[in-house]
C-alpha cells in the first residue's frame, strides 16, 4: 500500500525515519538517473544521488507543496551535478591503481561483454546523448527522461516557455541524427 506523497512528506518533516526511507526508496533510481545522465559514471553518479538526499533532508522544511516536490526534487538533483561537474571541471580524477587480486573477484551476474551486448541499443542512445551539445542534452534530460512540463523547465533555466520548446524540438532532432550517425557506424568520432 502506497503513502501519497502528501502524507509522506508531512511524516518526513515529522522526523519519522519510516517515512523518509519510503520517500528515498521511491524518489532515488530518478536522482540516481539525473546524476548518471550529467555525470555519466555510475559509481560518480551513486554518490551523488546519496549526497542530494542529504541535501533534501536537511532542507525539506522549505517543500510544503507535494505538487512542487518533483520538480524541486529535480532542481536540487541538477544543481548538485552542475556543482560537481564545476569541482570537476577545476580539479580532474586521479587515476586508481589496479588490484592484484582483482582476478579472484568475480560477479555471479551477466558478464560487462554480456551486458554490453544485451544493453546496446540503450547504449547507442546514451552515446547519441552524450555526444549533443550541453543544453540540447539538459532539455532532453529534463523533458524526455525526467517529464518536466515545459513551463517548470522554463522556471529552471530561467527563460521563456516558448525557447524551452523550440530547444526541446531542436534537440530531439539532433539527438535524432546522432542515434543515426552511431547506428551507421559514421560516428564521427564518437
Partial sequence: MSVDLDTLLERCRAGE???WEALVRRFQSRVYAIAFHYLGD????RDLAQEVFV??????????????????LVRVSRNACIDNLRRRR????????????????????????EQWLADSGKRLIY??????????REVIV?????????EEIAS???????????????????????????????????
Fill in 142 to 150: 529534463l523533458k524526455d527522461i525526467q517529464g518536466l512540463s515545459f
Fill in 90 to 113: 577545476a580539479r580532474p580524477p586521479f587515476q586508481d591503481i589496479a588490484v592484484d587480486e582483482s582476478h579472484r573477484l568475480r560477479s555471479p551476474g551477466a558478464t560487462p561483454e
Fill in 17 to 19: 525515519e519510516l517515512a
Fill in 127 to 136: 552515446r547519441a546523448l552524450r555526444a549533443l551539445t550541453e543544453l540540447n
Fill in 156 to 190: 529552471m533555466l530561467n527563460v521563456p516557455v516558448g525557447t524551452v520548446k523550440s530547444r526541446s524540438n531542436r534537440a530531439r532532432i539532433e539527438l535524432a541524427e546522432r542515434v543515426l550517425a552511431l547506428s551507421r557506424g559514421g560516428g564521427g568520432g564518437l
Fill in 55 to 72: 541535501r533534501l533532508y536537511r532542507s525539506l522544511s522549505l517543500c510544503t507543496d507535494a505538487a512542487r516536490f518533483v520538480p524541486w
Fill in 42 to 45: 555510475a559509481e560518480e553518479a
